[in-house]
């Protein structure tokens, strides 16, 4: 099965929601968001870093450099208590939308 195309703004919502859970670095936020999602969501640095940089520069997520499990530098990325706000805003509006697209696929 081909895998989906993220929606805009989705990825910012998922590395918010892994981020909520621990700190970790970029590599960890790809392998959580594909486990979580039993490998229907992948997503590819070429995404992924562009979405930290952002987030960062919000000021949602906060990063410093440590060292991974396998013993290399790392940048890792944790979440602010604003970029926590967001979330929950985020989480709000997708609930929203995923009701107002299912109205409309129940629709007769």
């Known amino acids: 099965m081909q895998q989906p ?12 929601k892994v981020l909520s ?6 590599f960890g936020i790809c392998q959580r968001i594909q486990n979580w999602s039993n490998d229907v969501l992948s997503v590819g640095e070429g995404s992924l870093y562009p979405a930290l940089y952002r987030l960062q520069d919000q000021g949602w ?21 604003t970029g926590r706000k967001q979330l929950d805003r985020e989480n709000a509006d997708w609930e929203h939308m995923c009701l107002a697209i299912r109205r409309v696929m129940e629709a007769m």
């Open 5 to 16: 195309d993220l929606l805009q703004g989705t990825l910012d919502m998922l590395i918010l």
């Open 61 to 81: 997520i906060e990063s410093e450099w440590g060292v991974s499990e396998n013993n290399r530098k790392a940048k890792f990325y944790r979440l602010t208590k």
């Open 21 to 26: 859970r621990e700190s970790t670095h970029g």
